[in-house]
């Protein structure tokens, strides 16, 4: 009788709503599924003439979920580094805990699966930034046309695959790149920050309409940034 009780109260103390969360959490999480693509919530053509239909199509049902692929048949072989109580963020944070074994894979597929889920938010073609985001980026780059300068050079200088970011870190903003499918959420990178925007510089994701010219591509991209998903990240 008395322990029920003791176990009753350490149980109702240990309820608080950050648990309630996590428990929830993990019940929705509990059935063991598979990763799947989640879905692009446009059209392949939405983005054209900037990012053609092809690209964007190979690019999500194929490179896209070659990630997706390479995740399950991970989860299938090796699961120690998965938690269903964690967030794909969270996991990526704690990627020097995964058995070394697969860690680079994990880094590579869950990076390649969250940088792309990230990245198809953030194209729309005319969006404009709203006054608060205009006012944060001309507070860290001088003005609009500041920040596309700066994050034009840092984009063509990614050599090779990799990503360009726009990261929050405390109250600033910054401009930086990652190599293959790291993200400024890994502990295993040298930048760390929340990401606010990003491009993939990847040649699958440019290569069938702009050939070598990176240049013209991340022109192209300022067209169909997402303001709007932008100043969500911002908040
Ligand atoms: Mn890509």
Redesign the pocket.
């Given at each position: 009788m008395k322990s029920s009780r003791k176990d009753f109260i350490k149980t109702a103390s240990l309820l608080g709503v950050g648990t309630m969360l996590s428990l929830n959490k993990l019940q929705a999480n509990t059935q063991d599924k598979d990763f799947t693509l989640p879905p692009l919530g446009y059209s392949y053509n939405a983005l054209e003439p900037f990012i053609d239909a092809l690209t964007m199509e190979i690019?999500y049902t194929k490179?896209h979920q070659a990630y997706l692929n390479k995740m399950n048949e991970l989860k299938g072989k090796d699961n120690t580094w998965w938690s269903y109580e964690m967030s794909l963020e969270q996991m990526l944070g704690q990627l020097n805990n995964v058995n070394a074994e697969v860690r680079t894979a994990v880094r590579n597929n869950l990076g390649g699966h969250w940088n792309?889920s990230f990245f198809w938010k953030l194209l729309k073609k005319d969006t404009k930034p709203n006054a608060i985001t205009l006012t944060i980026f001309e507070k860290n780059f001088g003005s609009l046309d500041g920040f596309k300068a700066e994050f034009k050079k840092t984009a063509l200088g990614v050599f090779g695959s990799g990503w360009a970011w726009v990261i929050k870190s405390g109250d600033t903003l910054k401009i930086c790149s990652t190599a293959n499918q790291d993200n400024p959420l890994m502990d295993v990178t040298s930048v760390q920050g929340k990401p606010i925007l990003g491009l993939?510089v990847?040649e699958?994701?440019y290569y069938l309409k702009y050939h070598n010219k990176r240049t013209d591509y991340i022109d192209a991209f300022f067209n169909v940034l997402n303001w709007e998903q932008v100043a969500q990240h911002l908040q």
């Amino acid at each position: 009788m008395k322990s029920s009780r003791k176990d009753f109260i350490k149980t109702a103390s240990l309820l608080g709503v950050g648990t309630m969360l996590s428990l929830n959490k993990l019940q929705a999480n509990t059935q063991d599924k598979d990763f799947t693509l989640p879905p692009l919530g446009y059209s392949y053509n939405a983005l054209e003439p900037f990012i053609d239909a092809l690209t964007m199509e190979i690019h999500y049902t194929k490179h896209h979920q070659a990630y997706l692929n390479k995740m399950n048949e991970l989860k299938g072989k090796d699961n120690t580094w998965w938690s269903y109580e964690m967030s794909l963020e969270q996991m990526l944070g704690q990627l020097n805990n995964v058995n070394a074994e697969v860690r680079t894979a994990v880094r590579n597929n869950l990076g390649g699966h969250w940088n792309h889920s990230f990245f198809w938010k953030l194209l729309k073609k005319d969006t404009k930034p709203n006054a608060i985001t205009l006012t944060i980026f001309e507070k860290n780059f001088g003005s609009l046309d500041g920040f596309k300068a700066e994050f034009k050079k840092t984009a063509l200088g990614v050599f090779g695959s990799g990503w360009a970011w726009v990261i929050k870190s405390g109250d600033t903003l910054k401009i930086c790149s990652t190599a293959n499918q790291d993200n400024p959420l890994m502990d295993v990178t040298s930048v760390q920050g929340k990401p606010i925007l990003g491009l993939d510089v990847w040649e699958h994701a440019y290569y069938l309409k702009y050939h070598n010219k990176r240049t013209d591509y991340i022109d192209a991209f300022f067209n169909v940034l997402n303001w709007e998903q932008v100043a969500q990240h911002l908040q």
